[in-house]
């Protein structure tokens, strides 16, 4: 697979994550700042992003297909309880509400 350069990552700025993720800013300082310090993220103009090296490392590798298999368990799951996943989404909101 392959990763599109830094250049064409979409930067995003700590506001932004803190207001999509619902948490303070200060937090969200504190988390990137420990991110930046371990090379997760790199600042660039126009915010932050994850360097096509990170993303492309074995430790992230594994990460993504781990979670990508847990996802894929819990659709299964769903579907063996009666879950109709086909609908707009109102069904599983339901289901989790």
């Excluded at 993720?21 to 990137?32: D, F, S």
């Excluded at 096509?52 to 990460?63: G, H, I, P, Y």
């Amino acid at each position: 697979m392959r990763l599109p350069p830094d250049e064409l990552r979409r930067p995003v700025t700590g506001v932004a994550l803190a207001a999509t993720l619902g948490i303070p800013n200060e937090t969200v300082r504190r988390k990137v700042k420990g991110l930046i310090e371990q090379g997760l993220l790199v600042r660039v103009d126009g915010g932050l992003i994850v360097p096509t090296q990170v993303m492309a490392s074995e430790k992230m590798t594994r990460l993504t297909r781990a979670s990508f298999l847990n996802l894929r368990r819990l659709f299964i799951q769903l579907r063996r309880i009666g879950v109709d996943l086909s609908d707009d989404g109102a069904e599983l909101e339901a289901a989790v509400a």
